[in-house]
């Protein structure tokens, strides 16, 4: 099965509620979809979505990576010599993590059609179902309880609560939730860099002696003050999980040097695909360290392929957060893994097992 062409598209899906971080705010997934086309006449899909605050990504720089520096080097080239296509999408150029991302999907996708298996069995097979949580955008004290109580009656276990916008709100941000989903849902914060270490360790230390309990934080300070994240992990019981601050293996090396985190978010985005989430998962399990995946505003295309991640790699990677489509007001994809509110099943059918994309806009040469 040899790559015959590469093509794009633009998939846009409103969200059911403006996504909002410390970084941002959403209203639309706007994203990047690629189709890897194969002799065979089988196609492979794969996603980018366009997130310039974290990866440096935009849709420009996503087409014009792979239109001029990854796609050169894969069309002729075999699926079945898997790790060589891998080694010529991460070698193709520095950075540009989420273009790399979406074709090693869509590699990935056809390696499971060529053998007829679905992803997660080729990776090493697993329980087919997960469990995710979901995000509570950073919003007004009410707003963030409201959503809150509904994630837990639509049966969500664990809520993914954004904050650093504002140290003094955010303590009774946390704090509101906290009373209202006691007992039925576990917290974890995000702050996505809003708070300074000094801040954070404040923060974390009076939601402690308050008697709050939370799973994690994660993100606390700017992606590159590792010094600073290293100074929370040590001064709090809270766990620390690194987002921003690792991308590939070779930062989760330093990382786990410094013992500057506790947890590590893989995300496919920042990783450039599976080959390195795969890396990062074998490092951090030789080192006893947990891992969570996660996304970025993304569908069920690319955020398939982070589940059958999730599925073969369980052994560390104990925590999931893939709420892309569950914040989707539709899925616009026929077949593939499937999303049910908090539980997400991958399903037998070869590789992602997607069958078609509805209302992809196709972008031209
Ligand atoms: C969507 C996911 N639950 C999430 O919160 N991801 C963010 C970044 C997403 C974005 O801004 O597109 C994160 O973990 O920081
Ligand atoms: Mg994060």
Not at 95 to 108: D, G, H, L, R
Not at 199 to 208: G, K, M, R
Not at 336 to 364: M, Q
Request: charged share 20%; with cysteine; proline share 3%.
């Amino acid at each position: 099965m040899k790559i015959t062409d590469i093509q794009f598209g633009m998939l846009r899906v409103p969200l059911k509620t403006p996504f909002k971080t410390a970084l941002r705010t959403v209203g639309t997934v706007e994203d990047i979809v690629v189709m890897v086309h194969t002799d065979s006449g089988q196609v492979g899909y794969g996603e980018a979505p366009a997130t310039a605050v974290i990866t440096g990504d935009t849709h420009g720089s996503i087409i014009d990576a792979i239109r001029h520096y990854i796609s050169p080097r894969l069309i002729g080239q075999d699926i079945a010599e898997l790790n060589h296509l891998t080694q010529l999408i991460q070698s193709s150029m520095e950075k540009n993590t989420s273009a790399k991302a979406a074709v090693e999907i869509a590699v990935y996708d056809l390696w499971g059609q060529l053998y007829g298996a679905p992803l997660y069995k080729l990776l090493g097979g697993g329980d087919p179902v997960i469990t995710t949580d979901i995000t509570i955008s950073v919003d007004y004290i009410d707003k963030m309880v409201a959503d809150s109580v509904s994630a837990v009656e639509r049966g969500f276990e664990s809520l993914k609560i954004k904050v650093g916008k504002d140290i003094g709100v955010d303590i009774e941000r946390v704090k509101a939730i906290y009373a209202a989903v006691q007992g039925r849902a576990l917290l974890r914060l995000d702050a996505n860099q809003g708070w300074t270490a000094k801040q954070a360790v404040y923060a974390l230390q009076t939601l402690e002696e308050a008697g709050i309990k939370l799973e994690l934080i994660e993100q606390p300070v700017k992606a590159r003050d590792l010094a600073g994240m290293r100074y929370v992990t040590e001064r709090v019981h809270t766990p620390v999980m690194a987002d921003e601050s690792v991308f590939g293996p070779m930062e989760v090396i330093e990382l786990i040097r410094l013992r500057a985190a506790d947890i590590i978010n893989i995300k496919l985005m920042k990783t450039g695909g599976i080959s390195n989430a795969i890396r990062i998962a074998d490092i951090a399990a030789m080192h006893g360290i947990e891992c969570m995946i996660g996304c970025m505003l993304e569908t069920s295309i690319s955020v398939a392929a982070a589940v059958h991640v999730a599925v073969a790699k369980s052994n560390v990677i104990t925590k999931v957060d893939l709420d892309g489509p569950s914040l989707c007001q539709f899925n616009p994809v026929d077949g593939g893994v499937i999303f049910n509110e908090s539980e997400i099943s991958v399903t037998d059918a070869p590789g992602l097992g997607i069958r078609e994309i509805r209302g992809l806009e196709r972008l031209g040469d």
